[in-house]
């Protein structure tokens, strides 16, 4: 498997690669091209463009969740390809307003989002393949955002969880992975854990959750401050994710 982020937070000097505060990561996995996530806008055109991706393989799109950094993107996605397949949950179309009014849900009503793709909306487990999964409605999520979901790949040390902003709670969704899965080594995680709003006691007790996991690649970004990877990496090895980097799986690099 390999995995090129094609929007995140944050670019490295040099690359020329734009940068905005959402996520999106192309994922080639044996003959799938999927589409994780596709951003606030259409920096994930400009960026793949950039990277040489030639998004008119995509075969599968997936949503992690309704939030506008990460379905934004859809407005703007068009491809040659009529039979991609879009996999989420039945409730990402639930409407997302702000206090304010502002309306940050996805762009797209299943109207239109039929009208491009092949819809597969579940809230159960979808394989891909035998090696990847989509993880559906994770259990014990008590957030407002029932559709928050992620991807399992399972590596050859272990599973390897791909999230976008983990809103079901990134220990829940670990959980549910190793249960679906039955196994219960983790080797890697990746993608937004939502840490921005918790105190530096729960933080410092996730790292310690992560410690006892033995998790040897993590990769917490997106919805992830400095302060957070800091507490963090007191007791874990953090990896730094920007636009552009790519991830080998099961691969040399």
Sequence with gaps: MKITVLVENNS???NYLVS?????????????????????????LKNSKSLNIDLNEVTDI????????????????SCKNTSIKLTAHPNIFDE?????????????SKAEMEQKFILNLTSKV?????????????????????DDSALVYIHKDGLFIITGCSHAGI?????????????????????????????????????????????????????????????????NIIQEICTGDVIYLNEKD
Excluded: W
């Design 171 to 235: 220990i829940n969704i670990v959980n549910y992975a190793k249960k679906v899965t039955r196994i219960n080594k983790v080797y890697g995680i990746l993608g937004g854990m939502h840490l921005l709003n918790l105190s530096e006691q729960e933080i410092e007790d996730l790292g310690e959750f992560f410690r006892k996991e033995d998790i040897k690649y993590l990769a917490p970004c997106h919805c992830c401050d400095l302060n957070s990877k800091i507490i963090l990496s007191k007791k």
């Design 62 to 77: 997936v949503l992690s969740h309704s939030h506008n950094d990460h379905t934004g993107g859809l407005v703007y996605f």
């Design 12 to 14: 490295r000097i040099d």
């Design 96 to 108: 997302k307003f702000e206090l304010d009014g502002t309306y940050y849900g996805c762009p797209l």
């Design 126 to 146: 979808y394989k891909f393949s035998e090696d990847l999964l989509f993880l559906g409605e994770i259990e014990n999520n008590k957030s407002d955002d029932i």
């Design 20 to 44: 905005e505060p959402a996520f999106s990561l192309f994922i080639e996995d044996s003959e799938r091209k999927i589409l994780f996530d596709l951003g606030y806008s259409d920096i994930f």
